[in-house]
């Protein structure tokens, strides 16, 4: 029987040509993202060990104490000696490090979002420092020092000698380039800058003067890490924390999987879809070609085949089938692999570079998978070759199988559907992320439910799009419907799986135009500001800028806003600091009890309706708030205010708050222009802040802007990704019209005869392909549309502003793409039929 | 009885117009070594309003005839003609067209399209040209064929007589200048063959249709008003008004000669 198998392969390579070609991008999509996703841990793995190499110890400060008598030491120079003097050390490396934001030439931040990692650069025995191997120049040794890397130095626009802008959490400082350094920094790799600084200048960036933030220790060999770890720990004191260098990279390689791993998960789901689209076209080749084999089988049963046998030729011939694709998919793969990664980071993901690893379990998995897939979809059609008799190789030509009925098929096609519309109805009456499971389960059993009901929705729907192509085309769109017609099974599976891609595009489209729709709405309607002033980095700005700000000429008002985190008896909240009486010139507070003027002192706060009624307070009430220093205080409650989201849901002033804070820092300022002045206010606001790459400057537009934009980034991505799946969905449409045309042969030679030309011919090909693909998109887009829909609802408590909107104009663009789609998989199959020799298909010569 | 030689110049037609003729037609498969001539000038003309036979052992060249003459394939050297159209001076789209406007077909099998009722598929080729059939020929044809109640049903619904017979009804509902049939009843069992057969005789006296049957069969052979004989890509005999009889013993006499060859 293998060689029978072996022998069926061989014969119908052309048949089974596109269904290899719709295994293959499925598993070269599943290697691809394997062979990604080890590389990219690979590559952090790679980093991580060499910035690790000689850290045996490691030492940081540990959590903000609790108990002041332990906030008096420090890392400090004492504590390195105490260190360095224990038996087993080699030497110690006390590092400051911080987040600078170094300018570039537009006097924006250095590395996007990540930023840029600060150190200091510590000279050696030899004057350099062995964890910064310098390029270029020398080492900074003086406070106008800096040292960069050479991407970092690139993206600044600066050379050797030349001047570097770069802020901390206040104005602009000038250094000068001194030296150009070489990092095995994973962050540095992934896109975030790097600058050294001598130590001295380095602690008065990022922390205290002769403090450091994290010890690094090495040991002598032969000294066991372990053992030296907790010698080092006995002799700090508690807060403080020593983790052996073994420990370190652990966690961090945790962290790593952890980051590779929800990558990996996330593409697979996509491969995943591409995979069981697959099925289909895999499930229709092997039903058409044991349709077409029948009386071949039947012969085989006739001369003693068991139907076991049968079986499993047929299932072999899908294994062996699957083994050739996945293997030719897993060398696609590995392309796609290296493919991924420009395109990841293209949409802000940064990822190290590193070289391919390709693991035997990623070989095995991918090929596993192929396998499995193409044998699972070929069962049922290997029923069907059970079921031939073996006096069906004795029987005429012209018997074709009576169409077997749909009764059971649609039965259960409609209860399924019933079932996942019914779910998906009682998921519109949750409030929350609560029904996402049902939402989950309703969609996949609609889907399921449409894919058995297909054949009979097919009917209708190719009937409609018929009558189109009959007015326009006449009798080639009359032979094309009847063709879409003829076998509903056929055409359902093979409209199904474009229709998966499409249901999927569709939903995730309503989806994020609606949430776009929801949140241009949002912004911040209630800033009556012009601009919202704030860092770029975490640690917020300086209370100087504020000031500088409203003595601006143009500005009307310049009101800064502080937050805190504090704890109350149950749980942790966080606190606006602000002067309460500027507030109303930039912001709308709607007050729902009190006066916000009373909030004043460090006895006086206002809470948000929402934090009111969930701690149960009122005007008048006292809230119990811990500060993080470990002080208390017990404020009273004089107004409170309707829920926004500029505003903590406490508002107090900064007499009560800032005496915690060990910095104090704004996060942001909010700014409202002189009449008609607002124009031009954000490039002055910039001119005057020095260009500091710290401040980010936006008006009500950008906010909106920024929030629609990464929505719009996910989006695309998300087509990108499912792009796939629609790519093999049209390899099924040719699959099939190349199947049918194969099949009809005889009858295109007849049509031939008696007058259909060759343009006709092409023509009924390709309306047959439109017809199928809409049929595949119409169910797809509204299937999607409903999901969307009746997923949307579990928004409406976190996202009230989230508004279904149907997107038309995309939809159109969908529905014309499906056109296109069906035009474009006639192309070779329509082509075929045309140049079928009229004598040979009527099987005359 | 000579061979080529009489028949390389047409006789003058003894009754009625010309519908198709071929004059020096000569159909070559392959070049130098594997070179055939299945047509070797082969000059013929099938008149209006006549039922022709065309026979002969199987290699004979008489499928080759008929496809030529109907514009199927291609014509190595010669004329062939339907009405006044030079065939060879065609593209495909111009021999496409003719095929559906003037030619009429009957095959051995796969005549009908399954997805189509037993009306449509007869209209077929004139909803093709995009024309409207002429309902009382339409109906004329119907009622000849004995279709009348059988117009709804689908190819799978008719038996193999019943099947060949729409197919029939096609071939002649565009009033074509000439109907090609390829061995039409052999799948049939012999009633209904001969019951097709009647048809086709019916409507060359009754409809005044012009037909050319290539057989192997003697009996269907006596049902036409001539019948040519074909032997290695030459006509080598013909017979007027013939019996089953006479063309069975023609066929032997070719055959004895073939042997002693």
Known sequence: MFRTALRNLLAHKTRLMMTALAVLLGTAFVSGTLVFSDSVGGAYRDRLSKSLDDVAVSVTTGGPSTDPKEQATALDDAMVKRIAALPGVASVRPSVSGMPMIADRHGDPVGGDWGSDGDNYVPGKDGKDSRYPLV?????????????????????????????????????????????????????????????????????????????????????????????????????????????????????????????????????IFAGISLFVGVFIIANTFTMLIA????EIALLRAVGASRRQVVRSVLIEAGLLGLIASALGFVLGIGVATGLHPVLNGTGASLPDGPLVITPSAVLSALGVGVVVTVLAAWLPSRKAARIAPVEALASVEAAPAPRSLVLRNSLGAALTALGVGVMLYVT????????????????????????????????????????????????????????????????????????????????TVGAVSADRGMSTMGAPDMTADYKVSSTSYLGLSPEIARTLAGQPGVAAAVPLRSAGFQTDTSPGSVTATDVRALGKVLDVTVTGGSLADVRGTTAVAVSDKFAKEHRLTVGSTLPMAFYDGKKATPRVVAVYKDTDILSSVLAAPALVDPHQEKVRDSQVLVKAAPG?????????????????????????????????????????????????????????????????????????????IGLDRREVKRMVRLESVMIAMFGAVLGVGAGVFLAWSTGHLLRSSFPQYEMVVPWGRIAVFLLLALAVGVLAAVWPARRAAKLDTLEAIGAQ | ?????????????????????????????????????????????????????????SGSGKSTLMHCMAGLDSISSGSARIGDVELGSLGDRQLTRLRRDR????????????????????????????????????????????????????????????????????????????????????????????????????????????????????????????????????????????TADAVLDRMKAFDAKGRTN
């Open chain 1, 136 to 268: 270029k120049g020398r080492g900074p040794a003086a406070e106008g020092e800096i040292a960069l890397d050479a991407k970092t130095a690139a993206k600044a626009g600066v050379t050797l000698g030349g001047t570097v802008r770069l802020a901390v959490d206040g104005p602009v400082i000038d250094k000068k380039l001194v030296g150009i350094v070489k990092t095995d920094n994973p962050r540095v790799s992934a896109g975030a800058g790097l600058a050294l600084f001598d130590t001295a200048t380095a602690q008065k960036l990022f922390g205290k003067p002769g403090e450091f933030t994290e010890l690094a220790v090495s040991a002598t060999p032969g000294t066991d890490q372990t053992a030296l770890t907790a010698k080092v720990r006995a002799t700090l004191p508690k807060t403080f924390e020593a983790r052996s260098g073994q420990e370190l990279a652990a966690t961090q390689a945790k962290m790593i999987d952890e980051q590779t791993s929800s990558i990996r998960k996330t593409l697979l």
């Open chain 1, 292 to 295: 077409q084999r029948t009386r």
């Open chain 1, 429 to 508: 009456r949750f409030k929350d992320s609560g029904g996402i499971n049902y939402a989950m389960a309703g969609s996949a059993l609609t889907l399921a439910g449409l894919i058995v009901l297909a054949p009979l929705l097919s009917r209708p729907l190719v009937r409609l799009f018929g009558r189109l192509a009959i007015r326009l085309h006449g009798v080639s769109g009359k032979l094309a419907r009847e063709n879409a017609l003829r076998n509903p099974r056929r055409t359902a599976a093979t409209a199904s799986a474009l229709m998966i891609g499409l249901t999927l595009i569709t939903g995730l």
């Open chain 1, 677 to 753: 002045k607002a124009g031009d206010l954000a490039e002055k606001i910039k001119e005057t802040l020095g260009k500091n790459p710290l401040i980010k400057v936006q008006s009500q537009d950008d906010l909106r802007r920024h929030e629609a934009g990464s929505i719009d980034d996910i989006l695309y991505l998300m087509y990108g990704l499912l792009g796939m799946a629609v790519v093999i969905a049209v390899v099924g449409v040719v699959n099939t019209l190349a199947m049918s045309v194969f099949e009809r042969t005889r009858e295109i030679g007849m049509l031939r005869a």
């Open chain 2, 1 to 57: 009885m000579s061979h080529t030689a009489a028949y390389a110049v047409p006789r003058s037609p003894a009754g009625g117009a010309v519908a198709a003729r071929a004059t020096g037609l000569s159909k070559v498969y392959g070049q130098g070594e594997t070179r055939v001539a299945a047509l070797d000038s082969v000059s013929v003309e099938f008149r209006r309003a006549e039922f022709t036979a065309i026979m002969g052992p």
């Open chain 2, 103 to 242: 030619v009429g077909f009957v095959f051995q099998a796969f005549n009908l399209l399954p997805t189509l009722s037993a009306l449509e598929n007869i209209t077929l080729p004139l909803d093709i040209a995009g024309r409207q059939a002429d309902p009382e020929w339409l109906q004329r044809i119907v009622t000849t064929l004995g279709l009348s109640g059988r117009l709804a049903h689908r190819p799978s619904q008719l038996s193999g007589g019943q099947q060949q017979r729409v197919a029939v009804a096609r071939a002649l509902t565009a009033k074509p200048e000439i109907v090609f049939a390829d061995e039409p009843t052999g799948n049939l069992d012999s009633r209904s063959g001969a019951e097709l057969l009647g048809f086709l005789r019916e409507s060359v006296q009754a409809l005044r249709q012009t037909i050319v049957m290539v057989t192997h069969d003697p009996v269907a052979a006596s049902y036409a008003d001539r019948v040519v004989f074909l032997a290695d890509g030459r006509i080598v005999d013909e017979i007027h008004a013939p």
